[in-house]
């Protein structure tokens, strides 16, 4: 690993097969030694960069350098990353350290599919970091995981000596770790330097002034196309005043030389002058085209749920969960009136997920009447969903489409993806299920994958929303605005269970 190194990309353009447009087009971009932050809307292309860049994905044109020994910690945690049992087995004293460090256990291989995501998250960048890269690309690498584990995280993060390329939605993440961030907007990218928020700044003093630029170009083309107006009008009546100086109309040849002075202006002052001024209209309508300003989507939705006529949403007697490994949850008596919104907090791997599930057995509320957003979707499942969308009547799909739009994707892009983003999955499951005017929303690290504008849309709908919600979330920002009541799940090492207080 070299703190010379550094990836810079030529001309970059890629377009997956079907997909109506390129994602990514001429981009070049320079990644020095450090973080870049990667950031966009969900589909922007931020993990397709990361791929193209670690070579699991080939551009269509252009030129990547420097992109050598690199890895890609994936954003998705269906499957345990390759060579993980090869980490698992060094003894060396820096692997055993780097394990201690981010608590990884031997026994997760062959655990995988029963650990919490947020156990996989750290065992997935513990592996990319034993692999000694050179060029580190992260996906997301703050989803799931608790305040505890993101600390570790940050701290291992920060001695990464080579090329960095992280994708997150954690503002704070990448404010600590980014010496500039690419602003993905299909199918371009700009780079700011510094972290999220100075990039931020950047990005809208850009927008402001591009506002601006474009705003007096208009004003000076308007005014050009008036004063070509008011010249013509001023030819056209030199030429009418010529045409009445006596010239007989038999004269053909005289006539003729009229007609070709009205035609090209050629015989009077004001005929230069309207040619002159063409010139500039045509310049000034150039600069008109040149001082685009990125369109910005309408955001924001409304849900139209509704309360539940029931007494309860659920009622549990006081009981206990196993969690595997001889270890159970015990919970007291826990209920919802239809009108509550509950948080439920704790570690990694103390059950919030499991008692999600748990009681999404028990409810007293119709199928069709809940709003379900599990953890993770996996990519096949994903797929799934988007085939069931796609065959909804035409006016339906327009509406669940409207909802993607108006979360800040491309509704199109999304319906002839081949593979959904894990963000774009979120969007749709949350426009199917708002089609259904909810009594009940349950969702499991809801702000996981989502693009921060989706995020800021989520936290205002569910705060308005009537219904009852049950949600999990490490984000506390996120909790603090949608939530009123907390169970908070806590360890109790003497009795090898953990508790809900
Ligand atoms: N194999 C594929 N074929 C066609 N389209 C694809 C394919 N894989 C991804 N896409 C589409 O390309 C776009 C970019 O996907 P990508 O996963 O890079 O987005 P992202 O910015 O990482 O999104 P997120 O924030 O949700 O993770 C999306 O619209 C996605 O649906
Ligand atoms: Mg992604």
Redesign the pocket.
């Known amino acids: 690993m070299s703190s010379e190194s550094s990836v810079a990309l030529r001309d970059l353009t890629f377009c ?4 109506p447009e390129p ?1 990514i087009s001429d981009l070049s971009v320079h990644f020095p030694p450090g973080f870049t932050g990667v950031i ?1 809307a ?7 960069l990361l791929q193209l860049v670690t070579g699991a994905l080939m551009p269509v044109a252009g030129t990547i350098h420097g992109a050598e020994n690199t890895i890609y910690c994936e ?1 998705r945690t269906d499957v345990p990353p390759v060579g993980f049992a090869d980490m698992l087995e060094d003894w060396g004293s820096e692997a055993f350290e780097l394990r201690g460090r981010l608590g990884i256990e031997f026994e997760y291989l062959e655990r995988w599919h029963t650990l919490s995501h947020g156990e996989r998250k750290r065992a997935q960048i513990a592996h990319a970091l034993w692999c000694k890269p050179a060029i580190l690309a992260i996906d997301e690498p703050t989803n799931h995981i608790d305040s505890h584990a993101r600390e570790l995280l940050v701290a291992n993060l920060k001695r990464f000596q080579g090329v960095g390329l992280i ?1 997150s939605h954690d503002r704070d993440l990448l404010d600590e770790l980014c010496v500039q961030c690419l602003w993905l907007e299909p199918p371009n990218g700009y780079v700011y330097p510094g972290g999220f928020t100075h990039a931020l700044e950047q990005k809208e003093l850009g927008r402001d002034s591009a506002i601006r630029e474009r705003r007096k170009a208009v004003n000076e083309y308007k005014r050009l196309k008036r004063e070509t107006v008011r010249r013509s009008d001023k030819a056209a009546r030199a030429d009418s005043d010529r045409s009445k100086r006596g010239l007989s109309s038999r004269d053909s040849d005289a006539r003729d030389k009229i007609n070709l002075a009205r035609v090209s202006g050629k015989d009077g002052q004001a005929g230069r002058l309207l040619r002159q001024l063409d010139g500039r209209v045509g310049q000034a309508g150039n600069r008109v085209q040149a001082a685009q300003v990125t369109k910005q989507h309408e955001t924001g939705i409304w849900l139209p749920g509704s309360r539940s006529r029931r007494d309860m949403l659920f009622e549990l007697k006081a009981g206990k969960i196993p969690l595997g490994a001889g270890r159970v949850l015990r919970f007291p008596q826990l209920s919802m009136k239809p009108e509550d919104q509950v948080a439920i907090t704790g570690l990694n791997g103390l059950g919030k997920s499991t008692l999600i599930r748990f009681i999404l057995t028990r409810v007293n509320v119709p199928l069709e009447k809940i709003i379900e957003m599990p953890q993770e979707v996996s990519a096949v499942t994903a797929q799934n969903i988007l085939d069931q969308a796609r065959t909804l009547p035409n006016e339906q799909l327009g509406q669940v489409m409207n909802v993607v739009s108006r979360l800040g994707s491309r509704p199109q ?2 319906l002839e ?8 999955v979120r969007k749709l499951l949350l426009a199917l299920g708002m089609a259904r005017s909810p009594h009940f929303i349950v969702m499991d690290e809801p702000t996981n ?1 989502l ?1 921060l504008p989706s995020i800021e849309a989520l936290e205002k709908v569910l705060a308005d929303c009537p219904c009852g919600l049950l949600l999990v979330s490490h984000d506390q920002r996120f909790l603090a605005r949608v939530a009123d009541t907390s169970w908070h799940i806590k360890g109790d090492e003497q009795r090898n269970s953990v508790v809900i207080v």
């Open positions: 997956y097969e079907n997909a994602l966009g969900n589909g922007a292309g931020k993990t397709t954003q994708v892009r999304l993806s081949k593979q959904p983003s894990p963000g774009e994958h693009d």
